[in-house]
């Protein structure tokens, strides 16, 4: 019932929606039992507005809107809580899926939230749309930050750091700068390996840190289980609750794709930090 009353409280457009579709189908039925133009005419003008009002509704943001002050405050803390799951640093990442986010009300959340990670950029030309206002608004809350980009192996890898370095700027007390690989390549292990590889010094270089490896298990244990990627820090997605990632020297685990947090609409991912917040101190950008 609570996942029920949680889903009403952080889609209201949704259901917004289904009512104004209900609405116009019974409106139709309506006058479709009605002769004349008249009944042409209404039923154009119906038409017409439907898109028109979906329109408002996207484009008018839930804060603005009193009806819904209240949306987006469920959490569901007991997934992040240190007593019920061990000591570890929990964190948030976020992409614009999770669209307008309220930053303040995030920053007094009552999860334990020590780092969110924000994606900016994807391959050499897609960025975030929300990156920029999420990366300004985000700035000098309790929690440190972290930027990511998502690797397409088919793209040339200087010309993907270069999309990311034109619109990334780092600073002392930032985490990495983090490369988000799961994508195989068609064009064989060796040519995505090489990429990954330029990727990572040209980000080494620019920020003057190595960065950190996003990937999953079965992408680590096949591309990155050499002693070529030891020395660098590797975030796990392995939705196994926050259990240890067997075999993997993880430095970071996204444990789950299902954590609400009040002022962000719907679902987030969920990750820990292997260390407490002094060991996450350590490893930013000094």
Do not use: C
């Amino acid at each position: 019932m609570q996942e029920i009353i949680a889903y009403i409280h952080l889609h209201p457009f949704r259901i917004i929606a289904g009512i104004v579709a209900v609405f116009a189908v019974l409106i139709t039925l309506f006058f479709l039992q009605k002769k004349g133009i008249k009944k042409w005419l209404t039923l154009a003008a119906i038409i017409a507005f439907i898109p028109f009002a979906f329109r408002i509704v996207k484009m008018t943001p839930v804060r603005k809107i009193r009806l819904f002050e209240n949306v987006s405050t469920y959490e569901n803390i007991e997934k992040s809580s240190f007593q019920e799951n061990g000591i570890r640093t929990f964190g948030l990442d976020i992409s614009h899926h999770q669209g307008y986010i309220e930053w303040d009300s995030v920053a007094t959340s009552k999860h334990p939230i020590q780092f969110i990670f924000i994606r900016a950029t994807n391959g050499t030309r897609i960025l975030d749309r929300e990156f920029h206002r999420n990366w300004e608004e985000s700035r000098g809350k309790s929690f440190l930050r972290g930027v990511y980009h998502y690797y397409r192996p088919s793209q040339n890898s200087t010309n993907q750091f270069n999309f990311f370095k034109s619109h990334v700027y780092l600073r002392k007390g930032d985490l990495p700068p983090v490369l988000d690989m799961e994508e195989n390549s068609w064009f064989g292990k060796d040519n995505l390996l090489r990429g990954v590889k330029n990727w990572l010094a040209l980000a080494e270089k620019h920020y003057g840190v190595k960065p950190i490896i996003y990937t999953n298990r079965d992408f680590y244990l096949r591309y990155f289980n050499t002693k070529d990627f030891k020395p660098y820090h590797f975030w796990i997605a392995a939705y196994s609750g926050r259990h240890r990632v067997a075999n993997i020297p993880w430095t970071f685990h996204q444990f789950t794709e299902e954590i609400y947090v009040k002022g962000i609409e719907g679902k987030v991912d969920g990750d820990d930090f292997n260390g407490d917040r002094k060991a996450l101190d350590k490893l930013t950008i000094r």
